[in-house]
């Protein structure tokens, strides 16, 4: 049973430009969650995808956006990349209906320079 | 929102010594879960606990959702058992999907 996986592991990006980062979620799982962890803090929640549309946000700017497909994977996109979105992003997938147990992903760690 | 405290946020110990983690939240949950983060980043998830009490091996966990805490039991530690743990919790009532993590409780346990 495959858990869930994130791509890429790592990422180096310059300012201002855009990244996109891939979730696939847990096997039998339909929702995919995303955050963003800094060093030293514990995960904020950036969106949620349900049904292939964003069921709920974070307090994160328009720069963040998302997207999920009918397979029930998921990017995140953040464009016009600033110094302080270099962290650790979280890809969470669970049961429709969230207070099922979540499952996270290893995580993509993206570096801004 | 709703507020997660989690304490102590260090603790160090000695190998085979017994701990108790806590998880304090402001308001009614309908998820609490405990995690465990490795040093390459990845949650691992400890416990489903929105009540009651459960156990896995060494660890074991304790809800009391009337009383809004929540605790994480590890006896006879050992240094696997270091890093990083949470505590996260899903806020009851309207449309809230969203997890709402606790700062951390950075466990060190040494040889």
């Known amino acids: 049973d495959a858990g869930v996986t994130q791509s890429p592991t790592h990422l180096i990006k310059t300012r201002g430009q855009q990244v996109t980062l891939r979730c696939s979620p847990k096997?039998?799982?339909?929702?995919v969650s995303w955050y963003q962890q800094a060093l030293g803090q514990g995960p904020q929640f950036i969106f949620q995808?349900?049904?292939?549309?964003?069921?709920q946000r974070g307090n994160f700017p328009d720069r963040f956006s998302g997207h999920q497909f009918p397979n029930y994977s998921s990017e995140l996109n953040v464009n016009a990349l600033l110094l302080g979105d270099s962290a650790l992003y979280l890809c969470?997938?669970?049961?429709?209906?969230?207070?099922?147990?979540?499952?996270f992903g290893p995580g993509t760690r993206l570096t801004v320079t | 929102g709703i507020q997660v405290e989690q304490s102590p946020p260090d603790l160090i110990l000695q190998e085979g010594a017994n701990s108790t983690l806590r998880c304090n939240f402001s308001?009614?949950?309908?998820?609490l879960q405990w995690f465990h983060q490795n040093p390459w980043g990845q949650l691992i998830n400890l416990f489903y606990?929105?009540?009651g009490t459960k156990q896995n091996g060494r660890l074991s966990a304790t809800t009391v959702a009337t009383e809004r805490y929540s605790l994480l039991y590890i006896s006879s530690s050992q240094t696997t058992d270091s890093g990083v743990y949470f505590c996260?919790?899903?806020?009851?009532?309207?449309?809230?999907?969203?997890?709402?993590f606790g700062k951390g409780t950075l466990l060190t346990v040494n040889p």
């Open positions: 096997s039998g799982h339909d929702t």
């Open positions: 995808y349900y049904e292939e549309e964003e069921r």
């Open positions: 969470a997938s669970s049961r429709d209906l969230s207070y099922f147990e979540q499952y």
């Open positions: 606990i929105p009540s």
């Open positions: 308001d009614s949950v309908n998820n």
């Open positions: 996260a919790v899903l806020n009851s009532g309207g449309s809230n999907y969203k997890l709402t």
